[in-house]
Structure formats: structure tokens, C-alpha cells
């Protein structure tokens, strides 16, 4: 990381709110809009939800997986322009990328820099096999696992990565603190039922024990297959207050991450310091 004199003071960030459906080129279409609106908006830094290229039944992830680097890929290629376009850095995840099981493709997150280079690539490691009453969900079934930790470098803010059901395992985030992160990014596809019950008190918890900020752009709204999600994409500080929150409708919400006040958290609770185990 470089040294503390020479970092960014600040940096403007949003989350994006989408309700993305089974039809790639149409969600494409409607984040182009979005982008465009955050990046007027001011953020220098936008990250979008879990699925936003494709909301629709799990095995259909197949068909439209993406060797990653693939110019020719639609849903890399877009984003690529988008980030060129609007000179933003644009953390977007999850998409389905090819891997070496061709019936089960990985769930990538990728941090595309302003000058549309792939900065990083994390592939989510924690996947969503649950039993929620009448609703079954099996990840797994379609989706390879990630294995590595990752963090990136952006706007000189070291980023911690993670997609969605990663946000239930704190020793993923344990472990981006150590290298450095200050700010953790959260995608995700939240269920109505989860959401309403532990979205905000999972992503305060790894904002207060991380103390870092946290950037949880999600998905709303009804998805193909009788799919609910919760929304309140929203922005945490350090200190675990919610400082920017989307109401129920498409749409971001941005916010200042502030450098000195981050600072100021981790020297007034030395928690990270205070470590013993």
C-alpha cells in the first residue's frame, strides 16, 4: 500500500439498488443508466449487486458464462465501456464465469479500473445452500466455489472483496483486515426473508469488528422463479452507522468515505491492535 501521506484524503462511492431479471441485454441497458447517473452524481467508485447481468434459474448461468478476459464477452465488454466511459471504478459481482466444470461456473466479482482494465478478480467462496421453511436454495448445484482472499487497490483505498453469503463468515473479513482493507465491499442478491431479519445487523457487525466502511449494493424487488429480494443497498462507516441507505425502488445511494475519520475510529478503539488470538 502506499504511505499514508500520499493516499486520498476521500472518495465518493455508491451502491447501486437493481431488480435484475433473466434478460441480459435488458439489465445491461438499465445499469448503463445508472452508472451514468452515480458517476454525474459524483462517485469515483460504484458497485453493483449480485446477479446484475442475470437474475434467472441457476442452471440457466451456464449459457451465458464468460471467459474472463474474453473481449468479446457482453457482459465484460460492457462493463469495460462503462468504466472507460464514465472514468469510474466499477467492483461488479457476481456474473457467472466459465470454470474448469463447464456445468457449474464460478460467481465472480471483478474490479474493473477507469482505463477498463481488470484490476482483480475474487470468486465467491461461501456458497448458499439453505432451508428457509418453503424455500430451498442449493448454490452450490450450478456454482463452483472460489478459494482465494482478495484485495485490490483503488482510489487509494485498499478494498476488501466478498459477494453476498460471504457476509455470515467474519474470518473472510478477519482476513481482508489483515491485508490492509479499509473498505469492504458487499454484493449481494439478499432473500426478502434473511434480508428483513439480518441484513443490517450482519453488515453493521463487519463494519464495527473491521472497522471499516462497508459497500453493500443490492438487489429488490421479484426475480423469475418466484425469487423475493430484500434491497436497502446501503453504505456503513467504521463506526457502524448506516450513512446512506435505498429506499424500495431501483436506484444508488453514495456517500464520502472519510480517511481521517476512519483513522480516528481505529486510534480511539484499537481493537485491530488489541488482538490476541
Known sequence: MPESDSRPDALTAAVLQLSSQAVVSDNLERLDALVRDAAKAGARLVVLPENFAFFGAETDKRAIAERLGDPDAPIQAA???????ERVTLIAGGFPERSEDPERPHNTSVVISPVAEIAAVYRKIHLFDVELGSESYRESKATSPGAEVVSAAVEGFEVGLSICYD???PELYRRLVERGAEVLTVPAAFTLNTGKEHWHVL???????????????AQWGNHPGGRATYGHALICDPWGTV?????????????RLDRAFLESVR???????HRRL
Open 79 to 85: 462493463l469495460r465501456r462503462l468504466a472507460s466511459r
Open 167 to 169: 457476509l455470515r463468515f
Open 203 to 217: 453488515l453493521r457487525a463487519r463494519a464495527i469488528e473491521s472497522q471499516c466502511y462497508v459497500l453493500a449494493a
Open 243 to 255: 450513512i446512506a441507505e435505498a429506499s424500495d425502488r431501483v436506484g444508488f445511494v453514495s456517500a
Open 267 to 273: 486510534e480511539r478503539v484499537p481493537a485491530l491492535r
